[in-house]
């Protein structure tokens, strides 16, 4: 029988900045996760993800090197499934992601996906690990679950919107400026051995949503404002005011809400609220109402159509095509450098509310999502609600705990109850993430 052709895919338009600015101890990766009613079965796990992958052939997928750009080729196989016995987001070396950019694990009752992030956005990520544990408790369990609520059927072949590189169908006709402020940028002691500390926060998403709405926000915005007045008051205690520099986070949004898509590849763009601590004290409102207005402001289908223009027309000018990877590779790696990280604090992302048929529900009892850190900013902050539990994954890579805990506190003060988990490494209150 004839070998099948393997399927590849250029580099979505978000996407062809993540291989180029790889370190050696550092890439982009993402972390989703479901916990099931009962410890998960690796065989069971293995069969159904050699049956899912093939539904999403531009998820499993590897990197591949071309002489003017990477792109993604589908894999043959599905890769292993293995034991997680380490800590979540552990470095995801490129070595291996030229053999397969996304790593699923297993520990007790939880199934991880892990996916280098020029692979898919959150959202993308999400289908496939709802497709991926239906399989799996239809197997384990012999129950039938309906397609829907991002369950895909792993039976149909792929589709080729879902494989389309969206950013290039709705690029606007005129360009939004990206002229930035420098951030304040959080320092510490790192890591020695690259280990990532998680806290896990849990609250009722019933009460988070009743706070924001007296105030009308939404609950990104609220948890926004909450971290910036963190930032602020950890940059007051550590730099002299007229030193004090603009406190931003960054927020992706999925174009999904203002766009008709229905790609599973990276389609998402980013907001940069925030306040500048020179124009004097903000009060809590003062910085909730900032937030709420700029986001309000920013996300719109013009502006973000602009934006994708500014990004969509950089990739196609005539040098760019011509000129080989190595030295677009130097290029963006000087620019995401000089500008990458340095315009915000922190990245915060909403998955929101997580929706599963019912006869998966029954058997699912939460979802995690976490963000990798990135190589100089040494936080992140990573968000889903599900069941009424909004969880709230804060991760670090130096060893003091200072936003964690500022961040904890305002929340608390604003009188939201918390539980909280860690993979902290004191051998008595060690949990996973």
């Not at 039976?155 to 969206?166: C, I, L, Q, S, Y």
Request: glycine content about 4%; some cysteine; hydrophobic content about 40%.
């Amino acid at each position: 029988m004839a070998k099948r052709q393997l399927r590849w895919l250029k580099l979505d338009n978000a996407a062809k900045i993540y291989p180029a600015v790889k370190r050696r101890d550092w890439s982009n990766v993402f972390r989703l996760s479901i916990t099931l009613d009962e410890p998960i079965d690796p065989d069971i796990l293995q069969r159904a993800l050699d049956t899912t992958v093939k539904r999403f052939p531009s998820i499993a997928v590897r990197m591949r090197r071309g002489m003017f750009w990477y792109y993604l080729e589908e894999i043959e196989s599905a890769p292993k499934v293995v034991y997680e016995h380490s800590y979540p987001l552990t470095h995801m070396p490129f070595d291996d992601i030229l053999k397969c950019a996304i790593r699923v694990l297993y520990y007790n009752n939880r199934i991880a996906v892990e996916f280098f992030h020029a692979v898919a956005d959150g959202n993308g990520g999400m289908i496939f690990l709802k497709s991926l544990a239906a399989e799996y408790l239809e197997i384990s369990k012999g129950i039938k679950i309906p397609c829907e609520l991002g369950v895909y059927d792993r039976t149909e072949p792929p589709k080729d919107e879902e494989m389309a590189d969206d950013f290039l169908k709705y690029a606007g006709s005129a360009k939004a400026s990206r002229s930035e402020e420098t951030a304040f940028q959080l320092k510490g002691r790192l890591e020695e051995d690259g280990f990532k500390n998680i806290i896990i926060a849990e609250l009722d998403a019933g009460e988070v949503l009743k706070l924001a709405r007296s105030y009308k926000v939404t609950i990104t915005e609220l948890m926004t404002a909450v971290m910036l007045k963190s930032f602020m008051e950890l940059q007051s205690e550590r730099v002299p005011k007229k030193r004090a520099k603009p406190i931003k986070a960054l927020v992706p949004t999925n174009l999904r809400r203002m766009f008709p898509s229905n790609t599973l590849r990276n389609f998402v763009l980013y907001v940069t609220p925030g306040i500048n601590p020179q124009l004097g004290d903000f009060s809590f409102d003062e910085i909730l109402n900032e937030v709420h207005h700029q986001m309000e402001l920013e996300l719109t289908p013009k502006r973000m159509a602009a934006r994708i223009y500014g990004n969509v027309r950089i990739e196609q000018m005539l040098i760019l095509k011509i000129l080989p990877l190595f030295i677009k590779n130097i290029g963006m790696k000087i620019g995401y450098s000089l500008n990458g990280e340095k315009k915000s604090c922190i990245t915060i992302s909403n998955l929101g509310v997580i929706r599963l048929p019912q006869e998966m529900s029954e058997h699912v009892k939460r979802f995690g999502f976490t963000l990798g850190v990135q190589h100089t900013s040494p936080n992140n902050c990573a968000m889903l609600t599900y069941n009424n539990s909004l969880y709230i994954a804060l991760i670090r890579s130096i060893k003091e705990p200072v936003l964690e805990r500022r961040f904890l506190l305002n929340l608390r003060d604003l009188g939201l109850k918390i539980k909280l988990k860690s993979n902290a490494r004191r051998e008595s209150t060690t949990e996973r993430g």
